[in-house]
């Protein structure tokens, strides 16, 4: 992880920093059960030098259901107008579960191969990504949360018929990306039990780099 005239990457307590070009906006990335923070490097790079800067944190074992709250450290550090939440896998799952307990320092969750594992109540956009050929991911789970754990939220595809005057929070969208598997949102090599992916990992990070953005601009604007 080396920084580059657009991002710089600065090792903090606690994890990883990838300061880009932005300055309003941030991301804090908890990573999946058992892999390496640095596998996600990739991904928070080009996130960082689109404008979101992203924390990228260490977890204890790498399980980052044994310190869902980290993301506090970094909220009360530094000043962002604008703090979303992203995880994938088991990270995901904590994620959505700090932004549903903290849901007045989040405006959004970038959900990678993951879903919360309970109804979500708090005020907050949720972006679900997830690869065709994923094998590790519990699709029937997945499932059950979309119907049964997003009750309050507005489907992203139509925003368009929404009230101008109504503030866009809640608002859920799912995105496949097709060729993708469970671990390619990372470089940390084939997982056991995974799908073969058709696209490269460079592929599917610069598409889910893509998803993120385009949720980001079209569910900040007032509508």
Do not use: C
Request: charged content about 30%; glycine content about 8%.
């Amino acid at each position: 992880m080396k920084s580059d005239d657009q991002v710089a990457v600065k090792e903090i307590k606690g994890g990883y920093f990838f300061d880009g070009p932005g300055d309003d906006k941030a991301m804090i990335f908890y990573p999946g059960g058992k892999v390496e923070t640095k596998a996600y490097a990739r991904l928070m790079n080009k996130l960082a030098k689109e404008g979101i800067d992203t924390f990228l944190l260490n977890m204890p074992f790498h399980l980052a259901v044994l310190n869902k709250n980290a993301a506090d450290k970094i909220i009360s550090k530094y000043q962002y107008d604008t703090y979303y939440m992203g995880g994938h896998s088991l990270g995901g799952v904590m994620a959505i579960d700090y932004a549903n307990d903290n849901s007045e320092k989040i405006d959004g969750v970038f959900l990678l191969a993951a879903y919360p594992n309970k109804k979500i109540d708090g005020h907050f956009n949720v972006l679900s990504i997830y690869g065709s050929n994923d094998k590790v991911l519990n699709m029937k789970k997945y499932e059950k949360a979309e119907k049964n754990y997003y009750e309050q939220f507005i489907d992203y595809e139509k925003i368009d018929e929404i009230s101008s005057d109504l503030f866009t929070k809640n608002i859920y969208k799912d995105i496949i990306i097709d060729g993708g598997n469970h671990a390619s949102f990372a470089d940390y090599g084939k997982q056991k039990g995974d799908g073969e992916a058709t696209i490269s990992v460079e592929e599917q990070v610069d598409r889910t780099v893509e998803e993120i953005m385009n949720y980001v601009v079209n569910t900040s604007i007032e509508k």
